[in-house]
């Protein structure tokens, strides 16, 4: 049984430029978690996705997009890069069925750098 | 809004000893609370999950206290190893509708 698995593990980009991160949640989950981790910081609440749409959302900017597919997967659309979007952007999984908020199940996450 | 403190950044203690973590919330209590352990360069991993009417939850080495009073929980590993160094996370949910809040993070060195 595959886990929450995300693409690429690491990505350097420059300032200004356009990321997409991708998300595969773990067999039999459909609802989608975005967080970023900064250095030395917990996890912050970017996004959720359920039923392919935007379902909750964090103190982010509108720079940060997202999308899931009928197959649950998700991506995260990050637009004119900032040096302070550098961080570990995690993806976690769970299942509606459970409760919208039960325990997550995260990917190992993409380091993202910004140069 | 929600705040989460764990009083320590860093703890070191030695092995076999138990291992204390503590968490403070501020403002609404939430419905439930959870433990996550996050090892370098990897994804958290959920320990423990322990609701608003619930004191205490146990499993093997970990157990969790929940003070609503004190707005307060504390994560014990007993007999602790080298291997339980890592990164300990508390989050909560206010209403069970809400998204997880996380805080900063307790660092956890076991010194053999």
């Known amino acids: 049984d595959a886990g929450v698995t995300q693409s690429p593990t690491h990505l350097i980009k420059t300032r200004g430029q356009q990321v997409t991160l991708r998300c595969s949640p773990k067999?039999?989950?459909?609802?989608v978690s975005w967080y970023q981790q900064a250095l030395g910081q917990g996890p912050q609440f970017i996004f959720q996705?359920?039923?392919?749409?935007?379902?909750q959302r964090g103190n982010f900017p509108d720079r940060f997009s997202g999308h899931q597919f009928p197959n649950y997967s998700s991506e995260l659309n990050v637009n004119a890069l900032l040096l302070g979007d550098s961080a570990l952007y995690l993806c976690?999984?769970?299942?509606?069925?459970?409760?919208?908020?039960?325990?997550?199940?995260f990917g190992s996450g993409t380091q993202l750098s910004v140069l | 809004s929600q705040k989460i403190e764990q009083n320590s950044e860093a703890l070191n203690i030695q092995e076999g000893k138990t291992a204390t973590l503590t968490c403070n919330y501020t403002?609404?209590?939430?419905?439930?609370l959870q433990w996550y352990r996050q090892d370098p360069g990897r994804g958290p991993v959920f320990l423990l999950l322990?609701?608003?009417?619930?004191k205490e939850k146990r499993k093997e080495r970990l157990k969790v206290t929940f003070d609503t009073t004190l707005k307060q929980s504390l994560f014990h590993i007993t007999a602790s190893q080298p291997a339980d160094s890592a990164t300990y996370l508390c989050?909560?949910?206010?209403?069970?509708?809400?998204?997880?809040?996380f805080g900063k993070g307790t660092r956890l060195s076991v010194i053999a």
């Open positions: 322990i609701r608003e009417n619930e």
């Open positions: 989050a909560l949910d206010i209403s069970g509708n809400t998204p997880l809040v």
């Open positions: 996705y359920y039923e392919e749409e935007e379902r």
């Open positions: 976690a999984s769970s299942s509606s069925n459970r409760g919208n908020y039960e325990k997550l199940f």
């Open positions: 403002n609404y209590s939430p419905a439930y």
């Open positions: 067999s039999g989950h459909d609802t």
